[in-house]
């Protein structure tokens, strides 16, 4: 949500900037801008509503010299999308300019009281009333920028990762951070400035997180300092990142949501490398054995997430709850957050989260083990807040996720919850070492069970030029199956706009039902051998309704395949594994129904793919 760049050295910024700006224009995109100080000492700001490619169009005859400088891509909270509301803003002097990702909770106090000090606004934005903030003190205590940020920063009540340039200051950028994550990438005499690290693999692959509360002050002749908000001097550790450029970038792929669908495969073998051994008799993680006395005499396990996170969540639970016969509860991180649960020690909590960084996520981690629980972090992205606010975890190892719409992160959650229900089952003995070896070969045989359900696209992306005018969606599932149906409505909801629910199958009957007619598409996902006979019931009374069915069936399957009007087969496997097959025709049907309706799928509208905050 929102994405921040900075760059300070010998080249010059602004390139640099709207490249790093293009990697992070999956955190928003409804306007863009840049600031940069040139050599006669002016300090710039030129921002555009829109993309970045709007706002680079707008600089063509623009003066953007200058080797220093910020840059912002926004999704809006406060105010709407449009240029006055882009960030950088200037304070009103117009010497400072600053970016801020995140939310000042208490800036209409803020504000009230700067107006009544002579300050005025010209944008409806919190980050306005930031900077004007720092420009007061700066004034009012005639100090240097980083004492005014102290001092502001000390009266902000919220989130923020922000970067501030001072014109009286040309060598220097000072960022701070508190819930919302900044990274800053050490280079050879120059440093850049990230929400994440993607804009920062090309040039260098040192990196420091920032932690809440710290302010970094980035000079051109002093290099790099840390200090707390309170000024005491911090020392980082310098993290190396290991990201491949080629994995952020399409690869000749229309878009990144179908790279990412079709990297499947790859991602599980990747996430499964190191855990299951090749023989499938061996499933293992470092933080089960390391916390073993925690995790295996569990009193309960509670997930938390959100979205997609919190889909992979509920097949998460039945996974826990069938093999390790530990009950599970599942809740929405920002519902957990308010909710004052009954939590404690004895409690172990399963913290998932594709980005790392989802404010409701970490504010649920917080207050889970201020009460005692112990926290376990299910992660995309390395080195992410939550990564590092969590007592232990497992990365899920699928790589940078850049489409909006998550497809390869949830089937990598599915997977590391599925090996990690099972390391924990063999270790507490609720399953037999047969039995483990039973699961961990069809484990196993998924990537290339996944390789022939893709090898179907051209026959759903033929399917779903039927259904470019539906305006309603239903989806059902039932047992592992029926998070696959909320995880396949959502999709489509996502990027098509086309409203979908997902239901378990037989809840239709009390409401659902009353919606279908011969206009309505429903997807059921029947791949269940144990409910099958409910779940071709549950089919009928649609096809007695003239709905339109469309079937997700085991390969050989002839009897709801002659009931329905459109069949997508998937190859046999374990009922526990289906959601890993069938979520993938899912998100290729939303994935082809959206780009018939020529909708923009890896950035859907009002939608961020890192939502830092509330
Ligand atoms: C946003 C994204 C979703 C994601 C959810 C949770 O809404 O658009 O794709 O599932 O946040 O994000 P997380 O990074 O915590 O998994």
């Excluded at 669908?261 to 855990?275: K, T």
């Excluded at 309706?597 to 509330?614: C, F, H, M, W």
């Amino acid at each position: 949500m929102c994405g921040i760049v900075g760059y300070i050295g010998m080249q010059e910024a602004c390139p640099i900037l709207i490249k790093g700006l293009r990697r992070l224009e999956y955190r928003g995109y409804d306007s863009a801008g840049v600031s940069m100080i040139n050599e006669k000492g002016e300090l710039n700001v030129f921002k555009a509503k829109g993309k970045v490619d709007d706002l680079e169009a707008f600089l063509s005859d623009k003066d953007i010299s200058g080797t220093i400088g910020i840059a912002h891509t926004r999704w809006a909270t406060h105010g709407i999308p449009c240029r006055e509301n882009a960030h950088p803003h200037f304070s009103s002097s117009g010497t400072l300019s600053l970016i801020h990702n995140g939310i000042i909770e208490n800036y209409a106090t803020l504000k009230e009281r700067l107006i009544e000090k002579g300050f005025t606004f010209v944008s409806d934005t919190d980050t306005e009333v930031l900077v004007q903030l720092i420009e007061y003190y700066k004034l009012e205590y005639k100090s240097d920028l980083l004492s005014a940020v102290q001092r502001a920063l000390a009266q902000v009540i919220g989130a923020y990762a922000i970067a501030v340039l001072d014109k009286n200051n040309p060598d220097e950028i000072i960022a701070a951070r508190k819930a919302s994550p900044l990274a800053i990438g050490l280079g050879e005499g120059e440093y850049f400035l990230a929400s994440d690290a993607t804009p920062l693999v090309e040039y260098t692959h040192k990196v420091i997180y920032l932690d809440d509360d710290e302010i970094a002050v980035i000079n051109r002749n002093s290099g790099l300092q840390i200090i707390t908000l309170q000024g005491q001097a911090v020392n980082h550790e310098v993290s190396e990142i290991n990201l491949d450029l080629g994995a952020i970038e399409k690869g000749g792929y229309e878009h990144f949501m179908l790279k990412e669908i079709f990297e499947q495969p790859d991602c599980l073998v990747n996430c499964m490398r190191g855990r299951i051994n090749p023989e499938g008799t061996i499933v293992r993680f470092s933080s089960v054995i390391d916390n073993a006395e925690q995790l295996l005499n569990a009193r309960r396990y509670i997930i938390v997430a959100c979205g997609t996170s919190w889909h992979a969540g509920l097949i998460g639970k039945t996974l826990i709850e069938n093999f390790c016969r530990i009950p599970v509860e599942v809740a929405y991180a920002s519902e957990f957050r308010y909710s004052n649960p009954v939590i404690g020690n004895g409690d172990v909590v399963i913290a998932i989260s594709q980005s790392g960084e989802t404010a409701d996520t970490l504010a649920a981690i917080e207050l889970a083990r201020s009460r005692g629980a112990f926290v376990y972090g299910i992660v995309n992205s390395v080195g992410s807040s939550i990564a590092r606010n969590t007592q232990t975890g497992s990365y899920i190892h699928v790589g940078p996720e850049i489409g909006v719409a998550s497809t390869k992160a949830f089937t990598g959650q599915v997977t590391v919850l599925t090996m990690l229900a099972l390391c924990i089952a063999k270790e507490r003995n609720t399953i037999t070492q047969a039995e483990l070896e039973e699961a961990l070969g069809e484990l196993l045989a998924i990537p290339g069970k996944m390789a022939e359900v893709l090898s179907q696209n051209d026959a759903i992306a033929s399917l779903s030029r039927t259904f470019t005018y539906a305006q309603n969606f239903i989806y059902l599932g039932r047992g592992y199956n029926y998070p696959v149906a909320l995880e396949g409505a959502l999709k489509l909801k996502e990027i098509s706009y086309i409203h979908a629910e997902g239901y378990p199958a037989a809840e239709m009957k009390h409401g659902p039902i009353a919606l279908v007619d011969a206009e309505m598409p429903v997807v059921v996902v029947a791949t269940n051998k144990l409910l099958y006979d409910k779940v071709l019931s549950n089919i009928q009374e649609i096809k007695a309704r003239q709905g339109k069915v469309i079937a997700i069936v085991v390969k050989g399957d002839d009897t709801i395949s002659k009931l329905v009007d459109y069949v997508i087969e998937l190859p046999e496997t374990a009922e526990f594994l289906y959601p890993l097959l069938a979520s993938v025709p899912l998100q290729l049907l939303a994935y082809h129904i959206a780009v018939c309706k020529g909708k923009n799928v890896d950035q859907p509208r009002n939608l961020a793919k890192s939502v830092t905050v509330e």
